[in-house]
């Protein structure tokens, strides 16, 4: 009795003793990452909600003022609803495009060939390199009045004389552009999905008469849209933060045509050094990113489709098709 | 599809992805060609994509830089830069990984959750506050506010690198414990060879990310010495200032060499660390 008891006691002490070793070890590993995200993430996130309260230039100390450059962003400042309409625009045509493009492409791609790997990797390139200084410069060089783009369109029959760049209707154009043409890692993750549907669906569809538009409706598109709601999200996310390409190309002109969001943010920021007023600029940008990145999450259970649940509708049309 | 696909069929498939491919980039082709030709014939004969005279002068004006500074500086700090903001950010979020997928502490869940939101957090909210912070530290024009965050890792590479551990059986750490080995030699001799291809992976990106990241040089690089070729490029570009095209394309060539040949050597990982978590180019 007086043994067994013993017994217990010490297995409970070398399981506290376990435990506590693995407390310890746990947070030994996880602690670099730990104490950044506390300095550099946590507290400035904290700061910066309480900064958006506030009048600071970094000079004297910051002043609260309540919700005045909220009231200040949103009945005052034109430019404010500037950058918002035009980032707005480019999101929203940039995002659905580079899609379209990468799902196109994705779709070109999958097939069987010894080439394949080469044009995936040809496709992929400009997604690597669209972030850099170097192309924005180069794309500057591409669109302006003599650029390669309008000798382009010349060699084929489109008369273009502008300057793409320095036109304001243009102008948000090339920036678009830029963001497609990096279609390249969207491709992939794509490619990556189809891969993954199976052989067999297709081939019992073949055998009922299923043509090609109807296999891609009926079992191709259904069984991505989880890839699509994921690149739809971190796009729209990458969307709303574009900057270099707007600042060296065009600078946010012409006449503020070009003006995103996160550009006007930087100016009032760090050239004005108006830090309270961009606070709230970046707050305000969180919860529109995060409104729609919830949106198209509460949307997608009437669009996505999960090959393991039943109930839904798409998933009776696909088995029409299947069986 | 185990259909034979007919000749011709395969001859229209592959015309059209060349020529779609061509077109895309071409801007590039047309840049690596007009770095060579004469300066003033740059903006002049575009037209015209190979030089009629090839000529390396534009990589010599180019490489004098600006303002005293040559382009050696430049490449200098940003390999810096870059070299330190990638082991840092290897490392410990190969460590954060191991933490969170293999160790049951306390708070796991909490902070394993905290890291995911991060991924989706724009990284403008924080800028302000962590200008203010690095202002306050007099760590401004160093390259400290570049390579001190990279050090506490970032959430997409600790989540890589989670799915791929995920990958390997667990009945291999106990094995490892039973023949004594601790915590930490577990993770040194049997857990860093075996992730080896998702730490290339996240090397990789790691690079890219900094070697063209523009943001942080421009907030916080402000003398030509301490210049990272992101931000000497854009000077460099600057419309009041530029002349010599053909120098600033040389440059801009040479400044995208590194990462066109790290992708040609090691695009098997970059393809598959795309294709299976999603990470962003």
């Not at chain 2, 905290?114 to 390259?143: E, G, H, R």
Request: net charge positive.
């Amino acid at each position: 009795m007086n043994y067994r008891s013993k017994n217990a006691e010490l297995i409970t002490k070398t399981k506290n003793r376990n435990r506590f070793k693995e407390n310890v070890y746990g947070y030994l590993f996880i602690g670099p990452w730990l104490i950044c995200f506390i300095v550099f993430m946590a507290i400035p996130f904290v700061t910066s909600f309480v900064l958006s309260f506030t009048d600071y230039n970094m000079l004297s100390e910051p002043k609260f003022i309540g919700l005045n450059n909220y009231i200040e962003l949103f009945t005052k400042d034109k430019l404010f609803w500037q950058a918002l309409s035009v980032t707005f625009r480019f999101v929203f045509l940039s995002v659905p495009l580079r899609l379209l493009f990468a799902l196109a492409i994705a779709l070109l791609l999958n097939r069987q060939s010894k080439l394949v790997p080469l044009y995936r990797c040809v496709y992929y390139l400009p997604s690597i390199l669209g972030g850099s200084v170097a192309v924005s410069v180069m794309w500057k060089y591409c669109f302006s009045k003599t650029g390669v783009v309008n000798i382009f369109l010349n060699s084929i029959g489109i008369p273009s004389d502008i300057s793409w760049i320095s036109n304001k209707d243009t102008a948000l154009w090339s920036i678009i552009l830029l963001f497609v043409w990096q279609f390249g890692s969207s491709m992939l993750i794509f490619l990556a999905g189809l891969k993954q549907i199976p052989k067999n669906y297709y081939e019992a569809a073949t055998v009922d008469g299923a043509g090609v538009f109807r296999q891609f409706f009926n079992i191709t598109l259904p069984l991505l849209t989880p890839i699509i709601l994921f690149n739809t999200v971190m796009q729209i996310i990458g969307g709303f933060m574009v900057f270099t390409q707007a600042m060296i190309i065009t600078d946010g002109g012409p006449v503020n045509k070009t003006l995103v969001y996160v550009l006007y943010l930087y100016q009032q920021s760090f050239k004005y050094y108006k830090m309270g007023y961009g606070s709230a600029m970046a707050w305000v940008l969180l919860l529109i990113v995060g409104f729609f990145t919830a949106l198209i999450f509460k949307s997608s259970n009437t669009w996505v489709f999960y090959e393991n649940e039943s109930k839904k509708p798409r998933t009776k049309k696909l088995k029409k098709v299947v069986s | 599809m185990n259909k034979k696909v007919s000749p011709i069929n395969m001859l229209l498939f592959h015309l059209l992805v060349i020529s779609i491919s061509f077109v895309m980039i071409y801007p590039l082709i047309w840049m690596f060609f007009s770095s060579f030709k004469d300066s003033a014939l740059v903006l002049t004969t575009i037209e015209q994509l190979f030089p009629s005279e090839w000529k390396l002068n534009n990589y010599y004006n180019g490489w004098s830089g600006f303002g005293g500074t040559s382009f050696e500086v430049f490449f200098k700090n940003s390999f810096i830069v870059t070299t330190l903001s990638v082991i840092g950010n290897v490392l410990v979020s190969s460590m954060a990984a191991y933490g969170f997928s293999r160790i049951k502490f306390k708070g796991r869940n909490v902070l394993f959750v905290c890291m995911l939101i991060t991924m989706m957090l724009p990284a403008q909210v924080l800028i302000i506050p962590q200008y203010i912070i690095f202002s306050k530290l007099d760590w401004v024009n160093t390259f400290l506010p570049l390579v001190v965050p990279e050090w506490g890792g970032r959430a997409f590479f600790i989540f890589l690198i989670i799915q791929f551990m995920a990958g390997i059986p667990s009945e291999l750490d106990e094995a490892a414990k039973i023949d004594g080995c601790d915590r930490i030699k577990l993770y040194t001799r049997i857990m860093l060879p075996l992730i080896r291809p998702a730490l290339v992976t996240c090397a990789v990106f790691a690079f890219y990310w900094k070697w063209d990241d523009f943001m942080g040089s421009l907030l916080y690089l402000n003398t030509p010495e301490k210049y990272t070729v992101s931000i000497a490029l854009k000077l460099f570009a600057d419309p009041t200032s530029v002349s010599d095209y053909g120098a600033l394309f040389a440059m801009c060539i040479l400044s995208l060499l590194p990462v066109i040949i790290l992708f040609l050597v090691l695009q098997k990982y970059i393809v598959e660390g795309i294709a299976t978590s999603g990470l962003k180019g």
